[in-house]
């Protein structure tokens, strides 16, 4: 009897401790939602967490304890989020609206809010790497847009970006493929990537020149022309060919050049060479026809006046 007496009286004792968790975990959650309604959510979000915890180890009969608050923790987490975002701390709203989705789908219980988090957390990426890109910190801001590139291949705008960190990093090679791949995903940014390509070719054309590398000055200005065709790009190319007797090639840089910038400042010049080209490739009528038009330039006149005769330009 003695034995008997003893176990009830263990057992008595488990019930009242148990009731004794249940009401600390009941209290503990009534504490967590007064902190939530005088706007102490990062403290609510603590103690929601611990009710949570506690609830949990007391199986079954504090099921709704546990669901009351695996109902609430991803909401704080998005007003945290949310909060953060205004006031433009990116990695905190990123981290909140994370916790969002790691939460909700851990719980199960929230489909719309991790949807919600999962399209925020991209934008947030976006605009640190935008902020940190405005204030030349290149690599972090590198870091963001890749994020973003890497979760979804097809955000253009993310590559873009991405691209010009690169570019201002000094890496204008890397940046080329990056702005390639933007312009071939997203016809949204094609044009601007073609816009940055066109631009470093230009300047490696423009370096090339200046070392009189010709050939390679060139093949770059070709390739600007091919990304985004520009008057300068055009003038580049028929100077260049000019200077290699790719007479053809030479020709139709200048002309181009002078479609595009019909009041050009080095039009005479130009009208000059065109005259030249034409005349070493053999079509002297052409070449006439623009000689013609410079005879009375006081810095190329007499010189066009000379092949205007030499020529027999009617």
């Given at each position: 009897m003695k034995k008997l007496a003893l176990t009830l009286s263990a057992v008595l004792f488990s019930f009242i401790?148990?009731?004794?968790?249940?009401?600390?975990?009941?209290?503990?959650?009534?504490?967590?939602?007064t902190l939530v309604n005088e706007g102490n959510l990062s403290e609510a979000l603590a103690k929601f967490l611990e009710t949570r915890t506690m609830a949990?180890?007391?199986?079954?009969?504090?099921?709704?304890?546990?669901?009351?608050?695996?109902?609430?923790?991803?909401?704080?987490?998005m007003k945290l989020g949310e909060a953060a975002a205004e006031e433009s701390?990116?990695?905190?709203?990123?981290?909140?609206?994370?916790?969002?989705?790691?939460?909700?789908?851990?719980?199960?219980n929230n489909a719309d809010a991790v949807e919600r988090a999962s399209n925020l957390v991209p934008k947030m990426l976006m605009a640190k790497g935008g902020a940190l890109l405005n204030k030349k910190e290149y690599a972090a801001a590198a870091l963001a847009f890749n994020e973003v590139?890497?979760?979804?291949?097809?955000?253009?705008?993310?590559?873009?970006?991405?691209?010009?960190?690169?570019?201002?990093?000094?890496?204008?090679?890397?940046?080329?493929?990056v702005?390639?791949?933007?312009?071939?995903?997203?016809?949204?940014?094609?044009?601007?990537?073609?816009k940055q390509i066109a631009n470093i070719y230009l300047k490696k054309a423009m370096?090339?020149?200046?070392?009189?590398?010709?050939?390679?000055?060139l093949q770059y200005a070709q390739l600007s022309a091919e990304a985004n065709d520009t008057d300068n790009a055009q003038k580049l190319i028929g100077l260049n060919a000019y200077n290699l007797k790719q007479w053809t090639v030479a020709i139709a840089g200048f002309e181009a050049y002078l479609s595009m910038k019909p009041g050009a400042t080095d039009k005479v010049q130009i009208l000059y060479q065109l005259g030249e080209s034409y005349k070493n490739s053999g079509d002297n009528a052409k070449a006439c026809g623009y000689f013609k038009q410079i005879v009375d330039d006081p810095k190329f006149g007499e010189s066009a006046k000379y092949m205007v005769t030499d020529l027999k330009c009617k």
């Open positions: 401790g148990f009731a004794q968790d249940m009401e600390t975990a009941v209290n503990s959650y009534n504490e967590a939602a949990l180890a007391l199986g079954e009969e504090a099921v709704n304890v546990v669901n009351d608050c695996q109902d609430i923790i991803p909401q704080i987490y701390d990116f990695d905190k709203a990123i981290e909140n609206f994370r916790n969002v989705i790691a939460t909700a789908t851990e719980y199960d590139a890497e979760a979804d291949p097809s955000n253009g705008i993310a590559l873009l970006r991405l691209g010009m960190c690169v570019a201002a990093s000094g890496d204008v090679d890397s940046a080329v493929v702005y390639n791949r933007a312009a071939e995903i997203s016809p949204n940014v094609e044009k601007d990537a073609k370096a090339s020149q200046k070392a009189k590398d010709s050939r390679s000055a």
